[in-house]
């Protein structure tokens, strides 16, 4: 295992590596819901057993790269407490429910035909990260729960954390008798290794590219492979004409400050022209009093001189910060419009006690998730009831929305006969 | 419009058909259940009403290629049953089932959430199809009920059929006043269309090849967008070592004989080496009979000398023909591993009496369809009861075996609330 290799060499990796994948999928899909169980719970065991040795590799990779942001030093950072959270991530991987053989439909046919709809894993799964190294054990667990190999392939900031947190996984899979190649990590942080990654079709079924907006487009650009892909949040929080002041103020807070750095946090706020002088000025006044910038339409920087104004650009951009774009518009229809126009099909969310106008934000705004009268903050599997999620999807094909163990599986058909032949 | 064009001309027909398609998308997304099938219904009117221009523009096809093969020859002709046939598809289409608005869940969290999965078209669908004219109406109309916007790219072959048919839904859509861009044909011949409809990301969400293994392919090579392919049926039958010998003889010789040129006939048999003396002889025996081809092993050839040798290319050989290649194998561990190897995920059928060796067969045989004691004839949309179908899926991801109306659809998650903030 070598850090920097040639692309000859790269490329002979990675073609193993894929062999190595499709026959641990073929095992992982027969295995039996223990056996996957047992995998992640030793693995849990294995973080917290070697606690120490993760953070001392994470600390070789905040060595080498001094020069990091604070916002990225902070997500390549682990603690004891992360590593922790880490293990307990697994362990609630293990209790949900396996997806794998649940029949999704049955029905009988006038023929007699019995036919079934039956949850199957996907195949193979490649996970394209950047710099979480905890996103080796998650994406790793929710892949090996679905019965599907994965293939690892984390950013080379964090690449010793990884490593370690990829050896835990490996004690797993082994104490579970299950083959390593069941979750591999590219051994290398040649960036090549990525453009091979996205050229292996009839190897990898899915990428799953988690990251920022590079990352996202270089492999949007470059994959032959399908995607789950979630290229941002820039999810929005209309205040209809008909909302409840009090509820209003409450949610927008929330969905905007509860925790600015997720993709379900709310990048802009849109209020009923109607409610320019009623509401706006102190849902503005909430925000600011709560250390959130503000840039606003020519009514907004009315309300308070703090207000800054805001730009074309700024209604196109998804801050993940305590900033925050605000507009008046010309009711529903013109919410709509502006999410449309700027949205990025990920989460939105009207308040209104109108139900009329709830149906119409219902219908015609084009999200994963659309949200009355709660939080664009709830935008997660978890809080959907799902566990752990690997992301969210603003896709349109197979998985939308929070991307689950039951979204990483497909479904075969079988069908029960008596001897029937078609006339 | 004009046949042929230089491509800076097709790439604005191109982009103006995309611009228009998205649109129309939006539109046919809120249009009622009685409002897409009144242009069903009334297309389906306009067929009947023009099926001699219809019958003229076919001629006129035919003339222009004197050449076409027989096989060619016949999948291009029209004829006033084959017009017929497309009204009443039509007709068909209309009275299923409306997909779009269905709640395919919904449940409460502990917060008082609501949460229903509500099913919502998936946008612009791209159809390119080769020398079948009836695939302009059939695919036109499973797209406009499932509510999405279609760009439709047929055969140069059936250019002018197939602009006659797209004369009758545009009629139907007019009809229903739905915007003519709903159903939207590619005015040219120009191949060139075809490489810029597959790059054409954030226009069309999902296209459907249909055609031989030479256009799949080429699609497969330049797509930036996803596919709902079918590369081929290669479809297997297995004959186990507990199969009843009468239902064996029914189910095999309808695999491979009721109609040889569908997806869903069998092209390899598969027997229990156990059944070499007593089954073989008499089911090969069967399909000679029959006035099918058999290339077999080296025990298949013992049976009978009309039997020919296999060799390893007939074993990945999708014939749709009277033609079978059929072999020995040992018990149904051996016809998984010669599926896996020769099979195309389509669908597989086997033949016995013993749950033992159904349920591995099941488990094991990574098809979109496997069958136990019935023909894989069945593979077929309106068998399953879906009604009306696009075509089968050897994907895995989104749709997987038949493709109807339900599989054209995404979903979105709305979320119902009373002022629910995230802690």
Redesign the interface.
Known sequence: MTHHTVPSAVATVMEDIGQGAKQAA?RL??ASTETKNKALLAAAAALRRSANDILEANAKDLDAAPDLSAALKDRLLLTSSRVEAMARGLEEIAALADPVGVEMAR?Q?PNG?D?ARVR?P??VIGIIYESRPNVTADAGGLCLKSGNAAILRGGSESFHSSLAIHGCLQEGLAEAGLPPACLQMVPTTDRAAVGLMLQM?GVI??IVPRGGRSLIERV?AESRI?LFQHLEGLCHTYVDGAA?LA?AR??VT??KM?RTGVCGATETLLVDRKLALSHLPVLVKDLLEAGCEVRGDAATQTVDERVRPATEEDWATEYLDAVISVRLVDGVAGAIAHI?RYGSHHTDSIITEDAVAAAQF???V??????????T??A?GG???MGAEIGISTG???A??PVGVEQLT?????????????P
Chains 1, 2 share one sequence.
């Open positions: 073929h899909a027969l029905w046919r035909l036919i199957v996907i195949g079709t079924d899915v949007i399908p409840d509820m409450r949610v929330n969905a509860r449309a219902f219908a015609e084009d999200s994963a998730i659309v949200l009355h009268n709660a939080s903050q709830f997660d809080e959907f009831g349109k094909l197979h939308r929305g497909s479904f075969k058909y079988l069908v029960r006969g008596a001897g029937q032949v078609r």
